[in-house]
């Protein structure tokens, strides 16, 4: 009884901290990519920062990403047009995260039609953000799973086919 009591309780504070992500509709041929709205915050020194997740799509017959997915935080200067990425968390097909930080990581300016034109526009026009993006109210808990089965899957064949 003690451990249901316990796992409810987790169950609770988890999903009271869960992120609010954002599926946007940024070159879904690239994969799936997220934008927590919950973390968007302003920065004294006027830059917004906010999190990012990327799902790379895989084919089979191509070379696979040595992750499932991944969180990065960005920085970004709305008036400047400026972007940086001092953080990125990869998450491997069994959950397991290895952290890149780059403590370095300097605002870059940011070039038309690309993902960080896109995360900018997202960012700094947020009356546009209907038009970009759509709320996962379901959560994104199950597409994180279903993401790390099908690399596992993947990776499985690959190595089945090197043999």
Request: one cysteine or more; glycine letters at 4%.
């Amino acid at each position: 009884m003690l451990r249901v009591i316990a796992f409810v309780l987790a169950l609770f504070v988890s999903s009271a901290h869960a992120s609010s992500w954002d599926f946007t509709y940024f070159n879904p041929d690239q994969g799936a990519l997220f934008i927590d709205s919950d973390s968007i915050a302003e920065t004294p020194e006027g830059t917004v920062k906010f999190w990012a997740l990327c799902a790379p799509r895989f084919e089979r017959g191509k070379p696979v990403e040595a992750y499932a997915y991944r969180q990065s935080l960005y920085e970004v200067h709305c008036k400047q047009r400026l972007l940086a990425m001092p953080l990125t968390v990869r998450f491997d097909v069994d959950g397991a995260s290895s952290e890149q930080a780059f403590e370095e990581a300097q605002m870059e300016d940011i070039q038309p039609d690309t993902q960080e034109d896109f995360l900018w526009t997202y960012i700094c026009k947020p009356q546009q953000r209907p038009e970009m993006a759509v709320a996962m109210r379901q959560g994104i808990q199950i597409f994180l799973l279903e993401q790390r089965r099908y690399v596992r899957e993947l990776l499985a064949f690959q190595h089945g086919k090197g043999r």
